[in-house]
Structures are given as structure tokens and as C-alpha cells.
């Protein structure tokens, strides 16, 4: 076995939909470049993190790297497989996650259905009760093993998925958007479980999210992809560095806003109505010295700090980038 | 720590099925009194069925140069061999509607199992035991009501049963096939299964030459009922198929069913590379 080789090896992978316009049997086909050659190999026991707007290619990405997708060529290896010519090989050591729709049975409980995963992975019963119990502990299943998954709240049901793709232990664990529409607890629940998973059991990690702070709290590496390109591929240090340090000042005023000037590494950069959007970056201007810049205007309101979203910084990453 | 690869003990696929069937059977009994309503329903609806066949009987005498007696062997063997590919193959019935068109087809092909196999583990049905019983009662009464029965019957009649049955699960997987290419319309193909059990309770001689032709070589209806009943009834066949056609007819249940998952594979392969 080649121990150093990557979890993940991605080369060049291309993926064009054919969609047919038009009736179902006739009409023309329009071609969809979803990925344009991207390359990336993932370390085994390293968290990936995969971000980019919507239609960027991700799940299309991650649904390859699932094997339940052929891509149009390139190259894949996960382990030591090609996910889409052995499937089945290849699903019994992954685990995955898709966060908008479940891989459990709704009509048998949480239990239940991990028992039947039991028999489809084949997992001896002594290692499925050592698992069982294992994930039950962290993702506090306890109390919702005899419940059906119909009756599950969505952070609920997120834990159970999450052990539900763990309970074969799989060597590397995929998950596409796993927070998307849960409170702030079972987020903060799911990244604490995918944290300690990765330290206790060394399983390669690589997923999806929209929210920023999911990458914040559990990924070393972000590949940013864009037009199913990858756009940047880097320590989360380096993305936040150059990125994410950011941050954003809004301030309101009484009446209309006055004109000021700004010290150096601010700017405005909207002004609507009452309220004036300062961007600043604090290694510059650190937020307490601005704060104190602008406390001295008259007829100040208010003044809320935060950080640009997802959305825009990868916008703004992909102008910057585009050209 | 992932170094100790042999950790999974294979559990068969046989082992799997039986599991997931009970699965299944436990969920559909978890209410019983529905259960047991509507299992009587699909008993009545069926029985009622052949009340009409009996009643061309006491207006005619008989059908195609057939007597009730045999005409009821041929409706038992085709209404209990569909009866069980209903059992055996509910989830390829709704595979478009439940898996194609929601994207759950991905999370089968998620699991280190071949989706056939899957797919039978969806739900072993019991409903359909109604009919089931009330074939196997309708053929008995055939075969008691029937002026000369061959002893050949006596293993003719599972191994019809057992080919008819194959058949019927092949149109049921290859209506699920395909759902890969479209899932609109296919209402159509009920005309095999539904429309197949209705043709196969006559005699094949009413049929006209291209029906008949289409029966016995395309959809094999008459390779798994018509000729084993011929064979059993020890009935000259009128469109002069040697009777001992009929004792190895059965299997073209099967090559159907084999060229069905053919067409199966066919449509995972276009589904994995299209993407849903
Ligand atoms: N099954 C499909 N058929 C056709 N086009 C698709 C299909 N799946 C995704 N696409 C298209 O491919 C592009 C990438 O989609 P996707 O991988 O879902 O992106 P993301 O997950 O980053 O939002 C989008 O333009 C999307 O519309
Ligand atoms: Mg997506």
C-alpha cells in the first residue's frame, strides 16, 4: 500500500451536461461546461473545504467523487480506486452527506436504519455496536434512536445522517453543504463532531458550504472553484489574509450624511440614505481607531461591524480573478 | 485508525434481502386493519374478474375451442405469477415517481450493493397475496374441473408459475429503465403488465396472427401460460406447436427477464453519465 499517496487525487476533471431543449425526444441539445479541468489532491486526514457561488460545479464535483457520476474525462482516484469504474468498492469505503436530501428511510427509525446499514456494508456486529455507540455519544442520538426519521427536526435528522455515513468507517467522508438550514447549535454541534472525527479517527474530510464559518472552523485548505474552475486553492490563512480581512463598517447618521474623509485602509463604499458602508481592512486601521475616527462626527446614530458574506467575498474573488 | 482493512464481514445478498424484505413486511403491518382491508379488496377485485370469464362461459359454452375448465387454469397461472412479480418487484413499479424524479436513485448508488438488489429490498409486497390466492384457487378448480390433467402438471405448474413470474418482473424492471429516459407517459406500459395479465386469461388462438405472434415471441405471454397449459391439459395446440413446447416454454420467461436487466444496466450506465 502506498501510504503516502493523497486520499483524494483529482486531474483535470471535466464534466459537460447535455441538456435536451424542446421535447424530451426531439430538439436540439445545449452543452453545460459544469467543470473545466480542475486538479486538486486532497492528504489523507486533511479537512477540504469547497466553496463558490451557486452553479460553480461543486456537486458536480463531489457527485463524481461519489461515484454516482461518470465525468466526461480526467482523472480521479480516491484511495486507490476510480470511483465511477468500481463503484461498489469504492462506496463501501466513503461516507457521504448531501444536506438537501436524506439517506435514511423515513418509515423506520433512526435505529433501524442503521442496522439495515449494517447489513449493506457489511459491518461485524461487534465493530457496528463499538460505532454505534460511538456516534450515539457524540451526536447525542441517545434520546431520538427509537424515533422514526420522518418525525426528526432537521438538526436532528442531520446528526443522524452524519452517523448514518460513518457507521461503516469510512476512510474518507464527503459532505455537500451538511449546516445548509440548521440553528446555530446543531452547526456549532456538527463542526465540533467533524472536528473531533478528524483528530481522533484521521478520516479525510472534504466538503461543501456556503457558510463562511464552517470553513472558518473546520477547514486548513479552501479550493475556491468558480465556472467550474478553480479559482484559488490555499491555506484558510492565506484565503483569509488576502480575502476575508475584510471587514465592513455601517454607520447611520440622524439626517442625511455628512461628507468626511477616511484614514488610510478605509473607504466608503456605499451610501444609502441615512446609513454609510465604510470597508476597511483592520491590519490598517484597526476597527477601535476608525470607531474613534468617526466618533467624532455630528449626528452619528449608530454603528454596526461585520464581515462581508460568502457570497459577495467570492464575488469579489472571481471579478478579481476573471481577468 | 483506518489500517485494519479486513473489517467487513460480508453479509450476502441473499442475507440483505431477507433483511430488508423484513423490514418492509414489519412497516406494512404496523396497521394492520388497513392492511388486512385492502388485501381482502385486491382478493374481491380479482375473483370478480373471472366472474366475467365464467359468465362468457354459461352464454357461449366455450372460447376459442375452450372449455371453462381450461380457461381457468390459464387465468389461474397468469393471475398468480403476476401476483408474485407484484410481491417481488414493487419498487420497480414506482421508481420513477419515487426515486428518478426526487434524486433518491443517487443515494441507492451510494451503497456498495447492485441496484437491483436494492430495488427488490424496497418492499416485499403483501397486497398482492389477494390475488395470489384467488388464482391459486381459480387454477386448482381448473385443474379439477378439467376432463384430462397430464401428470406432467404436477412440476408444469410451479415452473410456468415460477417463468411467468420472471416475465412479469423483466416489463416491470424494463418499464423502470425507463424512467431514465423519461418518466412522462409511461402510463403506457401498464399495457403490458396490467393489459398482459388481461390477455393471458384467454387463449391465445383469439388473438390475430400479429398479436399472436407478438405473445409468443416478443412479450412471452404464451411461452409461460398458454403452452404449459396446453402441456398440462395435454390439449392439442390448434395453431400446431408440438405439446412438449410447452414443458420447456417457461424459460423464455427468464431470457425475457435477462434481456430486461440488460436494458437495466443500459439505463444506469446513461443515468451515471448524464447526472440526474
Ligand atoms: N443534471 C444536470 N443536468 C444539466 N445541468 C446540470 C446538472 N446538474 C448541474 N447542472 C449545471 O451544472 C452547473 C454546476 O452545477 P452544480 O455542480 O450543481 O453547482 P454548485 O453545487 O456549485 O451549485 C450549473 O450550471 C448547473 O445548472
Ligand atoms: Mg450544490
Same mark, same amino acid.
Request: charged residues 20%.
Given at each position: 500500500?502506498?501510504?503516502?499517496?493523497?486520499?483524494?487525487?483529482?486531474?483535470?476533471?471535466?464534466?459537460?451536461?447535455?441538456?435536451?431543449?424542446?421535447?424530451?425526444?426531439?430538439?436540439?441539445?445545449?452543452?453545460?461546461?459544469?467543470?473545466?479541468?480542475?486538479?486538486?489532491?486532497?492528504?489523507?486526514?486533511?479537512? &477540504?473545504?469547497?466553496?463558490?457561488?451557486?452553479?460553480?460545479?461543486?456537486?458536480?464535483?463531489?457527485?463524481?467523487?461519489?461515484?454516482?457520476?461518470?465525468?466526461?474525462?480526467?482523472?480521479?482516484?480516491?484511495?486507490?480506486? *476510480?470511483?465511477?469504474?468500481?463503484?461498489?468498492?469504492?462506496?463501501?469505503? *466513503?461516507?457521504?452527506?448531501?444536506?438537501?436530501?436524506?439517506?435514511?428511510?423515513?418509515?423506520?427509525?433512526?435505529?433501524?436504519? +442503521?442496522?439495515?446499514?449494517?447489513?449493506?456494508?457489511?459491518?461485524?456486529?461487534?465493530?457496528?455496536?463499538?460505532?454505534?455507540?460511538?456516534?450515539?455519544?457524540?451526536?447525542?442520538?441517545?434520546?431520538?434512536?427509537?424515533?422514526?426519521?420522518?418525525?426528526?427536526?432537521?438538526?436532528?435528522?442531520?446528526?443522524?445522517?452524519?452517523?448514518?455515513?460513518?457507521?461503516?468507517?469510512?476512510?474518507?467522508?464527503?459532505?455537500?453543504?451538511?449546516?445548509?438550514?440548521?440553528?446555530?447549535?446543531?452547526?456549532?454541534?456538527?463542526?465540533?463532531?467533524?472536528?473531533?472525527?478528524?483528530?481522533?479517527?484521521?478520516?479525510?474530510?472534504?466538503?461543501?458550504?456556503?457558510?463562511?464559518?464552517?470553513?472558518?472552523?473546520?477547514?486548513?485548505?479552501?479550493?475556491?472553484?468558480?465556472?467550474?474552475?478553480?479559482?484559488?486553492?490555499?491555506?484558510?490563512? &492565506?484565503?483569509?489574509?488576502?480575502? +476575508?480581512?475584510?471587514?465592513? +463598517?455601517?454607520?447611520?447618521? *440622524?439626517?442625511?450624511?455628512?461628507?468626511?474623509?477616511?484614514?488610510?485602509?478605509?473607504?466608503?463604499?456605499?451610501?444609502?440614505?441615512?446609513?454609510?458602508?465604510?470597508?476597511?481592512?483592520?491590519?490598517?486601521?484597526?476597527?477601535?481607531?476608525?470607531? &474613534?475616527?468617526?466618533?467624532? +462626527?455630528?449626528?452619528?446614530?449608530?454603528?454596526?461591524?461585520?464581515?462581508?458574506?460568502?457570497?459577495?467575498?467570492?464575488?469579489?474573488?472571481?471579478?478579481?480573478?476573471?481577468? | 485508525?483506518?489500517?485494519?482493512?479486513?473489517?467487513?464481514?460480508?453479509?450476502?445478498?441473499?442475507?440483505?434481502?431477507?433483511?430488508?424484505?423484513?423490514?418492509?413486511?414489519?412497516?406494512?403491518?404496523?396497521?394492520?386493519?388497513?392492511?388486512?382491508?385492502?388485501?381482502?379488496?385486491?382478493?374481491?377485485?380479482? /375473483?370478480?374478474?373471472?366472474?366475467?370469464?365464467?359468465?362468457?362461459?354459461?352464454?357461449?359454452?366455450?372460447?376459442?375451442?375452450?372449455?371453462?375448465?381450461?380457461?381457468?387454469?390459464?387465468?389461474?397461472?397468469?393471475?398468480?405469477?403476476?401476483?408474485?412479480?407484484?410481491?417481488?418487484?414493487? %419498487?420497480?413499479?414506482?421508481?420513477?415517481?419515487?426515486?428518478?424524479?426526487?434524486? #433518491?436513485?443517487?443515494?441507492?448508488?451510494?451503497?456498495?450493493?447492485?441496484?437491483?438488489?436494492?430495488?427488490?429490498?424496497?418492499?416485499?409486497?403483501?397486497?398482492?397475496?389477494?390475488?395470489?390466492?384467488?388464482? =391459486?384457487?381459480?387454477? %386448482?378448480?381448473?385443474?379439477? /374441473?378439467?376432463?384430462?390433467?397430464?401428470?406432467?402438471?404436477?412440476?408444469?405448474?410451479?415452473?410456468?408459475?415460477?417463468? %411467468?413470474?420472471?416475465?412479469?418482473?423483466?416489463?416491470?424492471?424494463? #418499464?423502470?429503465?425507463?424512467?431514465?429516459?423519461?418518466?412522462?407517459?409511461?402510463?403506457?406500459?401498464?399495457?403490458?403488465?396490467?393489459?398482459?395479465?388481461?390477455?393471458?386469461?384467454?387463449?391465445?388462438?383469439?388473438?390475430?396472427?400479429?398479436?399472436?405472434?407478438?405473445?409468443?415471441?416478443?412479450?412471452?405471454?404464451?411461452?409461460?401460460?398458454?403452452?404449459? =397449459?396446453?402441456?398440462?391439459? =395435454?390439449?392439442?395446440?390448434?395453431?400446431?406447436?408440438?405439446?412438449?413446447?410447452?414443458?420447456?416454454?417457461?424459460?423464455?420467461?427468464?431470457?425475457?427477464?435477462?434481456?430486461?436487466?440488460?436494458?437495466?444496466?443500459?439505463?444506469?450506465?446513461?443515468?451515471?453519465?448524464? %447526472?440526474?
Amino acid at each position: 500500500m502506498r501510504i503516502a499517496s493523497p486520499a483524494i487525487e483529482v486531474e483535470n476533471l471535466r464534466k459537460i451536461y447535455r441538456v435536451r431543449e424542446g421535447g424530451s425526444w426531439r430538439g436540439r441539445t445545449r452543452e453545460i461546461v459544469a467543470l473545466d479541468g480542475i486538479s486538486f489532491a486532497v492528504p489523507r486526514g486533511q479537512i &477540504a473545504g469547497f466553496i463558490g457561488p451557486n452553479g460553480a460545479g461543486k456537486s458536480t464535483a463531489i457527485k463524481i467523487l461519489s461515484g454516482i457520476l461518470r465525468p466526461s474525462s480526467g482523472l480521479v482516484r480516491v484511495g486507490d480506486l *476510480i470511483p465511477w469504474e468500481n463503484r461498489i468498492a469504492h462506496v463501501a469505503r *466513503i461516507g457521504v452527506v448531501f444536506g438537501q436530501r436524506t439517506q435514511l428511510w423515513w418509515d423506520l427509525s433512526v435505529g433501524e436504519g +442503521l442496522a439495515l446499514l449494517r447489513d449493506i456494508y457489511g459491518v461485524e456486529p461487534d465493530r457496528f455496536a463499538r460505532n454505534r455507540a460511538r456516534l450515539a455519544d457524540a451526536l447525542d442520538l441517545h434520546a431520538i434512536m427509537d424515533q422514526s426519521v420522518r418525525q426528526l427536526s432537521l438538526g436532528q435528522r442531520m446528526r443522524a445522517e452524519i452517523a448514518a455515513a460513518l457507521i461503516h468507517d469510512p476512510e474518507v467522508l464527503i459532505l455537500d453543504e451538511p449546516t445548509i438550514g440548521l440553528d446555530a447549535p446543531s452547526k456549532l454541534a456538527v463542526r465540533a463532531f467533524v472536528r473531533d472525527l478528524r483528530r481522533e479517527q484521521g478520516t479525510t474530510v472534504l466538503l461543501t458550504t456556503h457558510d463562511m464559518h464552517d470553513i472558518e472552523a473546520l477547514a486548513e485548505r479552501v479550493i475556491v472553484i468558480g465556472h467550474g474552475r478553480i479559482l484559488a486553492d490555499s491555506p484558510f490563512e &492565506a484565503l483569509r489574509a488576502t480575502t +476575508l480581512s475584510e471587514r465592513r +463598517l455601517e454607520v447611520d447618521f *440622524i439626517g442625511t450624511p455628512p461628507v468626511f474623509d477616511l484614514p488610510p485602509g478605509a473607504k466608503e463604499t456605499e451610501r444609502d440614505g441615512r446609513s454609510v458602508t465604510i470597508t476597511f481592512d483592520p491590519r490598517q486601521i484597526p476597527a477601535p481607531a476608525l470607531v &474613534a475616527h468617526l466618533g467624532a +462626527l455630528a449626528g452619528l446614530d449608530d454603528l454596526r461591524i461585520g464581515r462581508p458574506a460568502i457570497e459577495e467575498i467570492i464575488t469579489r474573488f472571481y471579478a478579481d480573478h476573471a481577468s | 485508525m483506518h489500517n485494519a482493512k479486513s473489517r467487513n464481514a460480508s453479509v450476502s445478498g441473499l442475507a440483505l434481502y431477507r433483511r430488508m424484505a423484513w423490514a418492509s413486511i414489519v412497516a406494512q403491518l404496523r396497521y394492520p386493519g388497513t392492511f388486512f382491508l385492502q388485501m381482502t379488496g385486491n382478493f374481491v377485485t380479482t /375473483l370478480l374478474g373471472f366472474f366475467g370469464i365464467w359468465s362468457l362461459f354459461q352464454r357461449f359454452g366455450s372460447i376459442g375451442g375452450w372449455d371453462l375448465g381450461a380457461v381457468a387454469v390459464l387465468y389461474g397461472l397468469v393471475n398468480v405469477a403476476f401476483s408474485v412479480s407484484e410481491t417481488l418487484g414493487r %419498487g420497480f413499479e414506482v421508481f420513477g415517481g419515487e426515486y428518478v424524479r426526487t434524486g #433518491q436513485f443517487d443515494r441507492l448508488l451510494l451503497r456498495p450493493r447492485p441496484t437491483l438488489l436494492l430495488l427488490l429490498g424496497h418492499e416485499l409486497r403483501l397486497r398482492p397475496i389477494g390475488r395470489f390466492l384467488q388464482g =391459486a384457487f381459480v387454477l %386448482g378448480a381448473g385443474l379439477w /374441473l378439467a376432463p384430462h390433467v397430464s401428470w406432467s402438471a404436477v412440476w408444469l405448474v410451479p415452473w410456468a408459475i415460477t417463468g %411467468g413470474a420472471a416475465m412479469f418482473l423483466g416489463v416491470l424492471i424494463g #418499464q423502470a429503465a425507463l424512467c431514465f429516459k423519461t418518466v412522462e407517459g409511461l402510463e403506457v406500459v401498464n399495457v403490458l403488465t396490467y393489459g398482459g395479465v388481461e390477455a393471458g386469461q384467454y387463449p391465445l388462438t383469439m388473438f390475430s396472427r400479429w398479436l399472436r405472434r407478438f405473445l409468443t415471441w416478443g412479450l412471452p405471454l404464451a411461452g409461460v401460460c398458454y403452452y404449459p =397449459a396446453l402441456a398440462m391439459l =395435454a390439449h392439442p395446440d390448434p395453431l400446431g406447436m408440438p405439446l412438449a413446447f410447452g414443458m420447456v416454454s417457461p424459460a423464455m420467461g427468464f431470457v425475457f427477464l435477462g434481456l430486461m436487466i440488460w436494458v437495466w444496466r443500459k439505463g444506469v450506465a446513461s443515468y451515471v453519465s448524464s %447526472g440526474s
